[in-house]
C-alpha cells in the first residue's frame, strides 16, 4: 500500500510533493492534486513546463 501524496506548490510557481496527513511546510499550498508518489510526480512533470521561477521568468520577459 502506498501512501497518500499530495503536490504542493510555493509563490515562485515551484512544484513538489508532500506526505497528505502533514501540514505543509511554511510558504508552500495545495496544488490541488492527491495521489500515489509517481501518479503526483507525473502530475507534476505535466504541468511544471517551465523550471524557471515566477519571478526570472517575468524579469525575463519584460526586457
Same mark, same amino acid.
Given at each position: 500500500?502506498?501512501?497518500?501524496?499530495?503536490?504542493v506548490?510555493? %509563490? $515562485?510557481?515551484?512544484?513538489? @510533493?508532500?506526505?497528505?496527513?502533514? &501540514?505543509?511546510?511554511?510558504?508552500?499550498?495545495?496544488?490541488?492534486?492527491?495521489?500515489t508518489? %509517481? $501518479?503526483?510526480?507525473?502530475? @507534476?512533470?505535466?504541468?511544471?513546463t &517551465?523550471?524557471?521561477?515566477?519571478?526570472?521568468?517575468?524579469?525575463?520577459?519584460?526586457?
Open positions: 500500500m502506498s501512501a497518500e501524496t499530495k503536490v506548490r510555493n %509563490d $515562485e510557481e515551484q512544484y513538489s @510533493i508532500w506526505p497528505a496527513g502533514r &501540514d505543509n511546510p511554511s510558504g508552500w499550498y495545495d496544488a490541488g492534486f492527491s495521489g508518489k %509517481d $501518479e503526483c510526480l507525473g502530475h @507534476i512533470e505535466q504541468v511544471w &517551465d523550471m524557471r521561477p515566477k519571478s526570472l521568468r517575468e524579469a525575463m520577459d519584460s526586457e
